[in-house]
């Protein structure tokens, strides 16, 4: 037992003195900075010797008495403040702090009156057979057997998929959405499109689940929905929506304009802009609060430090001036320079 | 109030229960729960981490993991597996594409060795989507001789549902699983279609194992006094 103790007040003496060693260090290396600002490489230099510091201190953690844990603590937030400041000195546009905020900051914004959607009635659940036996599966068998599904006659939800080089609508749409319905998307594999789905006077309708995946080169406008955005596996391309969750993987180059309760949430992925819908493409905007501004979660950079891989840039990003193309383009040329003026690749190297 | 009741009152209270809620991100995991919980679903952020939720279920205290589903948080689900009476695996049934990677998560959990025994409830969330697949889309279809059985089944039951293509397809391959006892259930978080009874089945059935010689004697009671 003694021995034990012991051994913990060893550890901590030495590690305490290394922990301050190189705390002084890192110290001073930031002081230095404050006469010559300090080049991103610096800086991510000094991110990763503090990330090094916070790691060993959490791994120690058990075994330091309370006191010095709070204290070291305490040393390590003010090194980050020091080198936060140091980026945003360096990047003065962004105009949010990148707090990680309380999960419960959206639980005050109203719940939408989904609730009264008519519940289908759902089948009878079925049970393992070997605990059950004979499942009511077999049960019902009995009809008159009915040719084998043909896949061709079975809808499924709205799909947009295999484009290229189009301006598509809501008459592009496989079938005909019933005015008032919110049916789940699917948009997949396009390249060089435009996707225009905003909700007009013929067709007033949402979506509720959407599914996005591989696109090149496209810009997507579309309207606010009930349900969650799911992405996969897009390239260059601009997104406009609304929606109730936002997830992001495996993409590079994208620029978000998002309308959100919730906080999105990126993984692996590289080169994301977000920022807020543009009202010029919903005009009912103007008349509703604001809403809160999001936060960005990169799941692939779970740290203190800032996330690399995503940056805010509030409205600045032409939102509200840009010409949106909410008119069918039908001429090739025209479409390409369209694409061309509003894609992050081509804007951000002019 | 007789010795015997205080004493089965007494071991009530400290019938817990811990079950697992597993999934791909996007399946609505938390929102279950929240809606379960009678809570405000409408703010909900994909989960960083973990939430734990305990109530009273029945004769049970529940305590519920929900474990976030992003890619990168699933090597992390293991760190959940000790002591898990049930496991609830979430699926979205609007999420076509993902359906291969939903049953290879799925069929690598069921080989875990601290799951052993655990009791297994698949739950096809968001059939209040118009485009979801039916839970007997999703429960199996290919190769097994059941298979257009189960398919008819499904168009005969619920016609204005689409049908999932049957041939050669195999969806969650739930009709293979042999370890654990399952059950499959349409639900919906957003309508709160399901899932109670659904969380029903799996807390009787862990029960049944977990409590054999009480849950028997609870069932004896109300035939006595009747």
């Not at chain 1, 509030?314 to 001036?321: A, D, F, I, R, S």
């Not at chain 2, 992390?76 to 002591?83: A, L, M, S, V």
């Not at chain 2, 041939?167 to 042999?178: D, E, G, P, T, W």
Request: proline share 8%; charged share 20%.
């Amino acid at each position: 037992m003694s021995s034990e103790s012991n051994s913990t007040w060893t550890f901590s003496q030495s590690f305490t003195a290394s922990f301050q060693a190189s705390r002084t260090e890192l110290h001073s290396r930031i002081a230095a900075f404050a006469a010559t600002p300090p080049t991103a490489a610096d800086v991510e230099d000094l991110a990763a010797r503090l990330a090094k510091l916070s790691k060993a201190l959490s791994d120690a953690s058990a075994s330091l008495p309370t006191y010095d844990q709070k204290l070291y603590t305490t040393q390590i937030k003010n090194l980050e403040k020091d080198i936060d400041a140091f980026r945003t000195a360096a990047k003065p546009k962004t105009r949010f702090a990148f707090k990680r905020k309380a999960p419960t900051v959206a639980a005050a914004t109203a719940p939408p009156p989904i609730e009264s959607a008519s519940p289908l009635p759902l089948a009878p659940p079925i049970t393992s057979s070997h605990d059950t036996g004979p499942g009511p599966a077999e049960a019902t068998t009995g009809t008159a057997p009915l040719p084998p599904p043909d896949s061709a006659m079975l809808p499924k939800g709205l799909e947009l998929s295999e484009h290229s080089h189009r301006y598509l609508s809501w008459p592009d749409l496989p079938s005909a959405v019933s005015p008032g319905s919110a049916p789940d998307l699917a948009i997949s594999k396009l390249s060089r499109c435009i996707v225009n789905l905003l909700p007009t006077t013929e067709y007033p309708s949402r979506f509720s689940a959407l599914h996005i995946r591989n696109l090149s080169d496209c810009v997507l406008l579309l309207p606010f929905n009930e349900g969650s955005a799911l992405i996969h596996d897009i390239k260059n391309c601009v997104l406009v929506l609304g929606c109730h969750q936002f997830r992001m993987h495996t993409s590079t180059n994208v620029d978000v304009y998002l309308r959100i309760a919730s906080n999105p949430i990126i993984e692996t992925c590289h080169g994301i802009r977000f920022a807020t819908y543009p009202s010029r493409l919903a005009p009912q905007l103007l008349q509703e609060p604001p809403q809160p501004p999001f936060t960005v979660q990169d799941f692939s950079h779970i740290r203190a430090t800032r996330s690399p891989n995503f940056e805010l840039v509030g409205q600045k990003l032409w939102n509200e001036t840009r010409p949106w193309p909410t008119e069918r383009i039908s001429d090739k040329d025209e479409l390409a320079n369209v694409l061309i003026a509003f894609l992050p690749e081509t804007t951000s190297t002019s | 109030m007789g010795l015997l009741s205080i004493i089965r009152k007494n071991r009530q209270k400290e019938r817990e229960m811990r079950i697992l809620f597993l999934g791909l991100d996007n399946a609505g995991k938390t929102t279950i729960l929240k809606k379960l919980n009678k809570e405000d679903i409408s703010g909900i952020s994909p989960t960083l981490g973990f939430n734990i939720k305990t109530f009273v279920h029945g004769n049970y205290t529940l305590n519920i993991w929900d474990v976030g589903g992003q890619r990168t948080l699933r090597p992390y689900w293991r760190n959940y597996f000790e002591q898990t009476d049930a496991l609830v695996w979430v699926v979205d049934s609007s999420d076509r594409m993902r359906m291969e990677d939903c049953k290879e998560e799925l069929h690598s959990l069921l080989t875990e060795d601290r799951l052993a025994g655990a009791s297994l409830m698949i739950f096809a969330n968001k059939q209040d989507l118009p485009g979801s697949m039916t839970e007997a889309q999703i429960r199996d279809v290919s190769g097994h001789r059941r298979s257009p059985w189960l398919g008819l089944w499904a168009r005969t039951e619920n016609r204005i549902k689409p049908a999932w293509r049957f041939s050669n397809h195999q969806v969650l391959a739930l009709q293979s699983i042999k370890s654990h006892n399952w059950s499959i259930w349409p639900c919906s978080a957003v309508t709160g279609e399901n899932l109670v009874t659904g969380l029903d089945w799996i807390v009787n059935d862990a029960a049944n194992r977990l409590y054999y010689s009480s849950t028997a004697l609870h069932k004896a009671i109300p035939t006595q006094t009747a």
